[in-house]
């Protein structure tokens, strides 16, 4: 059944242009409208209606070509303005002056594109059901971007034209003064309708249609064919209703300004970001997540099993997590995901300080890896009357390291789980990191304090390398003054070349850390005596690790590193990982660490035992 009754065409000679002007090349669009738009999310398709009572009007929106960001090509122009009309977004755009946007003007003036689309970013939204079916509308929302397409989800988003037929003026509709054949009667009235000459009953009339018709979900044209028919409310409603059939069958239309994605890893990169919120995660949730804030440890256990194909209906909460905790589902990845993101922030928030002044090794496996230093070329020789070149060796040196792991377990309990308890997790998670990030401390405070031999048998720091202090001595300018004196007569390894060591960090316990503080302090000085040399120098590094008087002078990983330290390249810093356990009522985690530390030049350090 149609919405209107076959009847013989009527036209009118009507204005075609739209909007566009083009000595300023702006126009007028309407950019959104109520007109709901079939979607789907992981709970099933739903009816997305966008309310511009919500709208949050914003600045600096850019019009774009189909949607697309590729290149600065598809960037048209700017939005203006951005006012609501009704039930209507309506925007002035303006197209760029550019050269490559004049056929897409063009196609704009000549009234052949005239799609309009958005992108646009929801805070938060509200559901419904609406004769059946679920509805979502955005309780706040956003305008990201307008873009001219051929194909609009919403039939209602069109460019604006400068003129608008009356409502009683429609080409194959029959006009309310008239007969199915186009004669008037009831006498002459005009060919149009005013609607401000007409009855309060035939305004409501028009009113009621109208919103039976936005409440439906109908395009707006289904109102102007009921009107023009002369439709009362009960063939109205009749004809409506008779339409929602009809769609109902059809297929749905599907937004373009945001792609929906169902796939699997995508929803547990979704859900993990929710689940790490809640343990206490600082990241920026991204917003496609949002939808999974209220979702329980068991509300995401459910939706894992029927994801992957296992009915819930009538399951007790220890059998949803057993069976998602040892089955083939999603959930216990999500869960993973999620602490993982929480051991890695506190990881990197307790890392070491030493770390500054080492330099980071990727290895690919557990074997011995040595790092080879090749000596310096020495100075550029004299060229000989004969023209011949002389040639010479260089000298190298290599250090080894080798990766070691280190790991603990941990246990989510089913208590935890059907308590939801996420804070609690977060806690244990958290301590994983921390943990991770004391054991490199804890090696590398080692590598540094034990002294170990190098290659060619010697300790790091020996008096024979001229890297460490001949007696232990206070902090002070003058020790500092020797330690940089020493550092910069260090020569390569053809025990020739001066390779200039620049001091960069100076490496104190926390006995000496206000004397270095001092010592390093900026001071305005009234006379050449009273300026400090040091100032601006070094960079402080406290390790509450050291203890006693001792301190350190380190170089410029970037410049020379002394240190080194090193992970596997399939799994930097602190990873967590699921255990397969069928004997733990819950689900089994072990967070591991694959890190080696090791020495690779001695040049790059120095040392005072301290007083």
Known sequence: ????????PLTRAANTGNSYDPETRTLEAVIATTTPVIRRDARGPFNEVLDPATLTITDSVPVLDSHRTQSVRDLLGKVESIRVEGDQVIAKLRITDAADADPIAQRIADGSLTGVSIGYKVSAWTETVVNGHRQKSPTAWQVTEVTLTTNPADPGARIRSQKAPADSVRAGRILKNQNRTGQTIGGNMPDTVNETTLDAAEIERRSDIRGLVRAAGLDPEAADDLIDAGADMTRAKAEIYDAIQTRASATPIIRTTSVQND???????????????RMGATAELPDDARQYMGDSLLDMARDSLTRSGVST?????????????????????????AMGKIAAESYLAAECSLKQLSRQRVLRDFKPSTSIRLGEMGRLEEIAESG??????????????????????ITVSRNLLINDDLNLLGDLTAAFGQSAAQTEADLMIDLLTSNPNLSDGTPVFDASRGNVASSGGILSSSNLDEARQAMRSYKGLDGKTLIRVTPKYLVVGPELETTAEMLLASIYATTTADVNPWTSKLTLIVEPRLTGEGWYIMADPARLAGMVYGYLASAQGVQIQRAEAWDTLGLKYRAFLDFGVGWTDWRGAYHNAGA
């Open 1 to 8: 059944m149609t919405l209107h009754d076959p009847v013989e």
């Open 263 to 277: 796939d699997p890893a995508v929803i547990i990169r979704r859900q993990s970001d929710a689940v790490a919120t």
């Open 313 to 337: 209906r009538g399951m007790a909460p220890d059998e949803v997590f057993t069976r998602a905790a040892h089955g083939t589902s999603d959930f216990p990845l999500v869960v993973s995901n």
């Open 388 to 409: 011949e070149i002389t040639h010479n060796s260089r000298a190298e040196n290599g250090e080894s390291m080798s990766l070691k792991t280190y790991a603990r377990g």
